[in-house]
């Protein structure tokens, strides 16, 4: 895995970029971080978050002239965030005396600050902290410069306890000191840098405006241009950069490394708020807002954040989790020896259904990723062997003697198509098959020919490579045999894993030839209310518009979710979720149902299941097309894991049987095995099938490897089958054998050998 490259799309990702009033504030106060504290009532952590970014915060939080209010989203929806307002009540009921911090060790340098209003306040505030010694020359006979103006908010109590750290013994206050053109000569001749902070000695420098720096001499300035020429925050923001500057020529480093971002910008981040409230601002009773005034403000606010992909996707909700630390998460599990449990079971929860591309304005898609990273996972043998073992035993089965085959049409030597519907249609709706296949030998004379057997999704999710290739490989001779037809597919994913794995193999969805053909029609058809649901993997694929063709020549009253067609959603079933996690899958069913208010349509066999599984009322189209009792389709049970694949037995048999007169393949039970319901539904939840069951029975009974429970009168066998051990409980009555209890794991049971015992 090329893991520069999984960085760098980690960059493209803009959730933890600024939201615009961050971004424009000059010196970059963690507005939503403050706004969030001040909802929850903590007033005392929204002022030591003001602290963070803002010297002298008690001061300059009350005459703060808030720049950030004109950048703020919120004005579309309402009014502007009161910042500005909040900043005071953060320091009417927040503030607390500082705590004295350590100094770092003094540098032996001298800096002189001429003018000691807010910008050169600031610069010697952040100087003294980096251990520099500041002489600072006033003109007056105070320190402060305009802050004395501001009567309204600020008492000469709270200016001169602010200022109380020009009483450090690294600082100089030298008062009534008029500096002219000549003394500013004598004083850059004596000091190892010199900060200008008064206006009327800057004109002659050339001041860099990134590092205010005239030229490369000690000289620095804090000069502010435009429109925000006499704003309190960005003359305080010019004091601090200078700073910066000066302690990086001080010290000999990059006076310009790091800085991209330094002063007020743009932001890429763009919040969308077309489905925002609109909510006015509050009104002030007083001077200051009232805490209670100051909480329904700091609520007003959109905590603006880029949640584009995370908004609709509810294993990005789930797990609380946006692309750029998601793939932080990656790259460490890549890097270390082990990997981590929580970042495996993340990567495994992801349903790759590539929405989340879909929705970023950058393109981050986390499914080319999560691709790429399970692919790592199993080539580095650490993918958890139990995440996807059901679904690949499951295409084994499929791809096997019970399942795979492949015909002509009877009669036909050539035929130009070869339906082949899959694994998980037959498995859910096996009367269809011949339906369509009759359905499509009647209308196309071409000749119709049947391959049965599956894609290979389960591989490819999984990042089974290794096992893609073979499957592609049983595919491509298959179809080399029957003379390179062109697929009809009826399933979507196999649409996608043709598109990816098999370029030289022709294919079309069944929706689209249908769309061109006479359709059939179910008989005694009510007109239904539906919303339609695009499987995820027919996204950007023309069997949508199919669909919908076809739905429009039928009697049915059809509307769009919300997320629809290129936006659509994953009913819980892609990415081996299912049987990865289920609960995550579980999430998925229910976020799409809540989103539908009419019974739902779909064009996916899985869909369908899962939909019908919770309890919605859902219907294929092939309902519509081919189902004698519409009404019944539409609540049709999930068959279970070991229904499937007797289903997928039963097609291969009837259809070999019924079209080409060929003899029955179901074997002969040896034994007559019923299971109870308890049982049942511990193997759906253990995936453990029928086989698995009949095996561990057929050894207990020819081996004796049993024990009797004389108290149940039941036996208890065990049978390691691959990589699983099974444990069967059963009872025998009569002729039959009554399983009433099972159990799997994966540790392997070794029975000591020891002669003396």
């Not at 010694?133 to 602010?162: C, H, P, Q």
């Not at 502010?224 to 010290?251: H, L, T």
Request: one cysteine or more; a negative charge.
């Amino acid at each position: 895995m090329d893991l520069d490259k999984l960085l760098e799309t980690g960059d493209k990702c803009i959730n933890e970029a600024p939201p615009a009033c961050t971004a424009w504030c000059p010196l970059h106060v963690e507005v939503k971080a403050f706004v969030e504290e001040i909802e929850r009532g903590s007033f005392d952590k929204a002022y030591k978050l003001m602290e963070k970014r803002i010297p002298i915060a008690r001061i300059i939080g009350m005459i703060c002239d808030h720049p950030c209010e004109d950048v703020c989203v919120r004005g579309k929806k309402g009014g502007n965030i009161l910042i500005g307002e909040l900043e005071k009540a953060a320091v009417k009921y927040g503030y607390s005396k500082p705590k004295k911090g350590y100094p770092l060790p003094s540098s032996n340098k001298t800096i002189a600050v001429i003018g000691s209003g807010l910008t050169g306040l600031t610069a010697s505030y952040d100087l003294v902290k980096k251990g520099h010694k500041i002489d600072i020359y006033e003109m007056g006979s105070k320190a402060g410069g305009r802050l004395w103006e501001f009567e309204e908010y600020l008492t000469a109590d709270v200016i001169n306890e602010e200022l109380s750290f020009l009483e450090d013994n690294n600082i100089s206050l030298i008062l009534d000191t008029f500096v002219d053109e000549e003394k500013l000569n004598t004083i850059i001749g004596r000091y190892d840098a010199v900060f200008i902070a008064a206006q009327n000695l800057i004109d002659p420098f050339q001041i860099d405006s990134e590092t205010f720096q005239a030229g490369d001499s000690k000289v620095f300035a804090g000069k502010i241009d435009g429109k925000y020429e006499n704003s309190i925050v960005f003359s305080v923001s010019a004091g601090r950069r200078a700073a910066i500057s000066i302690d990086r020529f001080i010290k000999g480093t990059s006076m310009g490394a790091g800085r991209d971002n330094e002063g007020s910008y743009e932001t890429v981040l763009k919040y969308k708020t077309d489905d925002e409230e609109t909510i006015e601002t509050t009104k002030k009773t007083g001077d200051v807002f009232t805490k209670e005034e100051a909480v329904n403000e700091a609520k007003r606010c959109f905590k603006c954040q880029c949640r584009d992909c995370i908004r609709p996707c509810v294993h990005l909700q789930r797990f609380d989790i946006a692309p750029k630390s998601y793939i932080r998460n990656i790259n460490h599990n890549e890097r270390i020896i082990k990997g981590s449990h929580y970042a495996n079971k993340m990567i495994l929860s992801c349903t790759l259904c590539g929405l989340c591309g879909k929705m970023c304005d950058y393109r981050v898609d986390m499914k080319d990723v999560i691709y790429e990273t399970r692919e790592s996972m199993v080539e580095r043998n650490k993918m958890p062997q139990s995440a996807h073992d059901f679904a690949l035993k499951d295409m084994k089965f499929s791809n096997g003697e019970k399942f795979f085959a492949y015909r002509k049409e009877p009669n036909k030597d050539k035929i130009k198509y070869v339906f082949y519907p899959g694994c998980q249609l037959p498995g859910s709706n096996p009367l269809y098959i011949e339906k369509i296949y009759r359905y499509l030998t009647a209308n196309i004379d071409s000749g119709v020919g049947l391959m049965l057997g599956c894609c290979g999704a389960p591989a490819d999710l999984g990042g089974q490579k290794g096992l893609m290739e073979e499957n592609v490989s049983l595919i491509k001779k298959a179809w080399t045999d029957l003379g390179k037809p062109t697929f009809i597919l009826a399933c979507s994913s196999c649409m996608q894993n043709f598109n990816k794995y098999m370029e030289d193999i022709d294919f079309v969805s069944i929706w689209e030839l249908m769309e061109n053909l006479e359709l059939p029609k179910a008989s005694g058809q009510e007109r239904l209310r539906l919303n339609i649901h695009d499987p995820c993997t027919s996204r950007e694929t023309k069997m949508q518009d199919s669909v919908r063709n076809i739905l429009s020549k039928l009697n049915h009253d059809v509307s769009e979710l919300k997320y629809s067609k290129e936006l659509t959603k994953c009913c819980g079933y892609g990415g081996l979720v299912y049987f990865a996690n289920r609960d995550q899958a579980q999430d998925f069913i229910n976020d799409r149902i809540e989103e539908s208010k009419d019974d739902l349509l779909v064009y996916c066999a899985m869909c369908k299941d899962l939909f019908t599984s919770r309890g919605k009322r859902t219907y294929h189209m092939l309902d519509l097309l081919f189902s004698d009792d519409l009404k019944s389709a539409g609540l049709k049970k999930m068959p279970s894991l070991s229904e499937r694949q007797h289903n997928r037995m039963y097609v291969k048999n009837s259809m070999l049987k019924n079209i080409w007169g060929e003899e029955s393949l179901y074997e002969d039970e040896k034994y007559n095995i019923i299971i109870s319901d308890e049982a049942k539904a511990k193997m759906e939840e253990m995936y453990i099938v029928y086989w698995d069951i009949k095996k561990c029975v057929e050894n207990s009974i020819e081996h004796k490897e049993r024990f009797f429970d004389p108290s149940k009168k039941s036996y208890l066998t065990r049978l390691r089958i691959d990589n699983v051990t099974y444990w069967v409980q059963y009872q025998l009555k009569g002729e039959d054998i009554v399983v009433t209890n099972v159990y799997s794991h994966r540790m392997e049971v070794v029975e000591a050998k020891n002669e003396n015992y």
